[in-house]
Structures are given as structure tokens and as C-alpha cells.
């Protein structure tokens, strides 16, 4: 990990990182008259620590085609949802009212498409009666904690890249998302 960077500066992943002797950085976007510059700092931060890697984790800002492509194949995000279905906010108010049995987690390359990049890896969780949206966000972000590490681990390795907009694990095309399996079992 060469730095944590965040667009707010109050949030624990910047003093766990300080704490730990890491680098930590905010580019605050409220800090700039538009989306072009507060992207243009935040390069500047990302490539003064030249990352093979950005990690996504909680951003809450839709990034520009120009920073994206800036990046591009070297950015993962983790989204609440089992996309293709529900990009975007609101996802397990949504699960719930589209009446899903199942819900869960993505790990996909961020792209220009909003939440549209391609899946690397999923985890699943069962809806249970009586799930609220902040119950049914609960047991997936449980599940967002196993499966986050696991893919940034085989990415690290070189087990996991983008070529041609195709997820490539060890060296051969996969043509649906990997799985975490055993998840469906654990509903508290």
C-alpha cells in the first residue's frame, strides 16, 4: 500500500493508514471549483505514489471517462449489489423491493460505465423475512470483507487482470464472475 487517498477527511481509513505508517492523503472535492480539478489533484497525489493499483472503497463520486481512462484496467471497486443489477445508490432498498431471494456483493475494473465495468468476483447472501434495507446491507458487508481482500490478494499476485475488457484469471478468459461460495448458509 503506497498511500490511502480520500475525498474526505474524516474518515478512519486515513488515520488507520496514518497509524500505521502509511501515507495518507484527502483531496477534498468541496475544495474545488470543479470535478475536472479536484480529479486533476487527485493525479496529482496518485502519481507522485505511481500505484500499480487502485483499490476503490467507499468513493462516492462518479469519476470523469478522462480520469478513468488515466487508469484504466488498474482500478478495482467494490459495489452492494450482484451486478449487473443495481448499479448505482440504494441497492438493497431496491433488492427488497424487487422481491430477490438473493442478494450481495461485486468486485468489477472500473470503467467508464457506471458500476458497469467487468465482474472479477461475487459474494451472496440470502434476503430473509422481515430484511430492511439496514439489516440485508449488514450481512452483505460482512461479505464484502472476505471478498475485497480476496480478489486485491490474486490481483496482487498477477492471478487477475483486464485485457480487452475481459477478466483474466491465471492466464485463461472467464466468462462469469468467480464466486464466493458458502455464503448463502450465513444469514445472521
Given at each position: 500500500?503506497?498511500?490511502?487517498?480520500?475525498?474526505?477527511p474524516d474518515v478512519l481509513a486515513l488515520e488507520r493508514a496514518r497509524k500505521a505508517g502509511v501515507p495518507a492523503?484527502?483531496?477534498?472535492?468541496?475544495?474545488?471549483?470543479?470535478?475536472?480539478?479536484?480529479?486533476?489533484?487527485?493525479?496529482?497525489?496518485?502519481?507522485?505514489?505511481?500505484?500499480?493499483?487502485?483499490?476503490?472503497?467507499?468513493?462516492?463520486?462518479?469519476?470523469?471517462?478522462?480520469?478513468?481512462?488515466?487508469?484504466?484496467?488498474?482500478?478495482?471497486?467494490?459495489?452492494?449489489?450482484?451486478?449487473?443489477?443495481?448499479?448505482?445508490?440504494?441497492?438493497?432498498?431496491?433488492?427488497?423491493?424487487?422481491?430477490?431471494?438473493?442478494?450481495?456483493?461485486?468486485?468489477?475494473?472500473?470503467?467508464?460505465?457506471?458500476?458497469?465495468?467487468?465482474?472479477?468476483?461475487?459474494?451472496?447472501?440470502?434476503?430473509?423475512?422481515?430484511?430492511?434495507?439496514?439489516?440485508?446491507?449488514?450481512?452483505?458487508?460482512?461479505?464484502?470483507?472476505?471478498?475485497?481482500?480476496?480478489?486485491?490478494?490474486?490481483?496482487?499476485?498477477?492471478?487477475?487482470?483486464?485485457?480487452?475488457?475481459?477478466?483474466?484469471?491465471?492466464?485463461?478468459?472467464?466468462?462469469?464472475?468467480?464466486r464466493i461460495e458458502n455464503c448463502l448458509h450465513q444469514v445472521a
Open positions: 500500500v503506497v498511500c490511502v487517498l480520500s475525498n474526505r492523503h484527502c483531496v477534498d472535492h468541496t475544495e474545488h471549483g470543479s470535478r475536472e480539478a479536484f480529479e486533476a489533484a487527485m493525479i496529482d497525489v496518485l502519481d507522485a505514489v505511481r500505484p500499480d493499483w487502485i483499490v476503490m472503497a467507499g468513493f462516492m463520486r462518479i469519476l470523469t471517462p478522462h480520469f478513468v481512462r488515466h487508469y484504466a484496467g488498474r482500478m478495482l471497486n467494490i459495489h452492494p449489489s450482484l451486478l449487473p443489477k443495481y448499479p448505482g445508490l440504494n441497492t438493497h432498498a431496491r433488492a427488497l423491493e424487487a422481491g430477490d431471494r438473493v442478494a450481495g456483493a461485486s468486485v468489477h475494473f472500473v470503467t467508464e460505465a457506471l458500476d458497469g465495468g467487468p465482474v472479477i468476483m461475487q459474494a451472496a447472501v440470502p434476503v430473509v423475512r422481515g430484511d430492511t434495507p439496514e439489516t440485508l446491507a449488514r450481512r452483505v458487508l460482512g461479505q464484502e470483507h472476505i471478498l475485497y481482500p480476496e480478489v486485491v490478494r490474486r490481483v496482487c499476485q498477477g492471478r487477475i487482470c483486464l485485457e480487452n475488457e475481459q477478466v483474466i484469471l491465471d492466464g485463461v478468459p472467464i466468462d462469469k464472475p468467480l
